[in-house]
Nanobody, 117 residues
């Protein structure tokens, strides 16, 4: 079992920056692939960025060059640095932990990011 707690969501103007953090507890953090997902108003949840146990990263096209995902296995945290924010980035952002080859898949409660134009 993994518990995930997100923080860092806020209201920010377009062009601004935010840093989201996700603190994990309850299991061995380093064996989980981690990711950030988001769900905007009236939209389906979508992958934003993922980072594997081997530190390989993947981003959805709309955030490439603006967002950076990172993990700190010593602190059991995964972060998402978001720069040059746009109104279309407005969403609830969720932290995810998934162990490859298993059903173990966990979500945080979400943190709201609102970007005003």
């Amino acid at each position: 079992q993994v518990q995930l707690v997100e923080s860092g969501g806020d209201l920010v103007q377009a062009g601004g920056s935010l840093r989201l953090s996700c603190a994990a507890s309850g299991s061995i953090f380093s064996i989980y692939n981690m990711g950030w997902y988001r769900q905007g108003p009236g939209k389906q949840r979508e992958m934003v960025a993922t980072i594997t146990t081997g530190y390989s990263t993947n981003y959805t096209d709309s955030v490439k060059g603006r967002f950076t995902i990172s993990r700190d296995n010593a602190k059991n945290t995964v972060s998402l640095q978001m720069n040059s924010l746009k109104p279309e980035d407005t969403a609830v952002y969720y932290c995810n932990a998934h162990r490859s080859g298993t059903w173990r898949n966990y979500w945080g409660q979400g943190t709201q990011v609102t970007v005003s134009s």
